[in-house]
């Protein structure tokens, strides 16, 4: 079994560290406290995980090859991309910082969750990414299977960096005069993120 994994991993390490939605909403999470970044990115990953098994049982493919049901995973992923967006943007109005409570952390998992689930870039990643590294000689499932852990175990590994490095910031963009800009960029981000998706 030959995968090709030289161009594999540089595709991969590429798609991981351009930002998008799960990064902006870990990052936004984890100046809260890495509590709540950690939670971001585990939901962030299990949504991963969830692609990873659809992919590889081929139920991505048949949502690809049917326009109407693509059509709808974009548009509910843009929604809730602009739904968080307008959250954000709402929250920057607020100067007292969200507290890192008990409160709240389900939702926080919830929403990783959610960003990753359906945002249909990630699913279009799995689909066009792992199939190119394969090896069409040899069975696809093991190989499927095996390359699918290779991408969640690496964007795992990125965000156990990503989280302590925001958490750092979180005196900067904690400040009255700083949260409120900071809110804003990563609302606008998101709209923005939510009107690409409806254009892929």
Known sequence: MHIAWTSFLLALVVITIVPGPDFV??????????????????GVVTGLLVHAVLAT?????????????????K??????????GFVALRSARNSVPVADSATGTGSVFVRGLLCDLLNPK?????LSLIPQAMDPTAPPLPQAVLLSAVTVGVF???WTIVVPLASRLAALLNRPRVRPVFERVCGTALIGMAASVLAI
Not at 25 to 42: D, I, N, Q
Not at 122 to 126: A, G, N
Request: proline share 2%; hydrophobic share 70%; glycine share 8%.
């Open 156 to 158: 795992a590994v990125f």
């Open 122 to 126: 990630v699913m279009l990643t799995f």
């Open 25 to 42: 909403l870990v990052t936004s999470s984890a100046v809260r406290g890495v509590r709540m970044g950690v939670l971001a990115a585990c």
């Open 57 to 73: 049982v081929g139920l991505s493919a048949l949502v690809v090859a049917f326009p109407a049901a693509l059509v709808a995973v």
């Open 75 to 84: 548009a509910i992923g843009a929604a809730y991309l602009a739904y968080m």
